[in-house]
């Protein structure tokens, strides 16, 4: 079974740093892209960016190009989500998923609270 | 940058009813167009890709028509578990998707 496993919620303090992470098994991971959607709360699905964790070819979209990083480990099938100096403005819900093509698998999200 | 805009932005329907969203795009997406599904606290899913093709899994009720910058999704009688919110997006520009605001159906 195709299934990307996230990391636990988050609560953390402005200024501080974050790294989530997604962990892909049951297919090719070094294969396909990965991609970072935020939902905020109450709100809609934003694309951030994505990468592709065979050689960590990354895109961001425009809007958070510059407010987050986004890499991977292939060693462990692992993309990761970081911050360095996180704002109140993060809180939301963040998604990882596999793209073929489209994002045909997610996973079930990481809620991050900066309070 | 692509924009999608999607309407209405809540449907009211009881079920057994035919529900039909909209989706338009601010230039061609060449027909690469999907509709993602979401249920409260849960992941999004895709529902359609490519305009019209059913992703797996997805029962024939659900049918997604259109092309260049107008898009339909039809659910053509839901089902109590198909009250959600549902998402177009495009891959036109990739890497650059974008996702539209989202049309709620809710039962009336």
């Known amino acids: 079974e195709v299934e990307l496993v996230q990391s636990g919620a988050e609560v953390k303090k402005p200024g501080e740093s974050l790294k989530i992470s997604c962990q892909g098994s049951g297919y090719s991971f070094v294969s396909f892209w990965i991609g970072w959607v935020r939902q905020m709360p109450g709100k809609g699905l934003e694309w951030m960016g994505l990468?592709?964790?065979?050689?960590?070819?990354?895109r961001y979209s425009p809007s958070f190009q510059g407010q987050v990083i986004i890499s991977a480990d292939k060693s462990i099938s692992t993309v990761y989500l970081h911050w360095n100096s996180l704002r109140a403005s993060d809180t939301a819900t963040y998604y990882c998923a596999k793209i073929l093509y489209y994002m045909d698998v997610w996973g079930k999200g990481t809620t991050v609270t900066v309070s | 940058e692509i924009v999608l805009t999607q309407s209405p932005a809540t449907l009211s329907l009881s079920p057994g009813e035919r529900a039909t969203l909209s989706c338009r795009a601010s230039q061609s997406v060449n027909n690469f167009l999907a509709w993602y599904q979401q249920k409260p606290g849960q992941a999004p899913r895709l529902l359609i890709y490519d305009v019209s093709s059913r992703a797996t899994g997805i029962p024939a009720r659900f049918s997604g028509s259109g092309s260049g910058t107008d898009f339909t999704l039809t659910i053509s009688s839901l089902e109590p578990e198909d009250f959600a919110i549902y998402y177009c997006q495009q891959r036109s520009n990739w890497p650059r998707f974008t996702f539209g605001p989202g049309t709620k159906v809710e039962i009336k």
């Open positions: 990468i592709h964790p065979g050689d960590s070819d990354t």
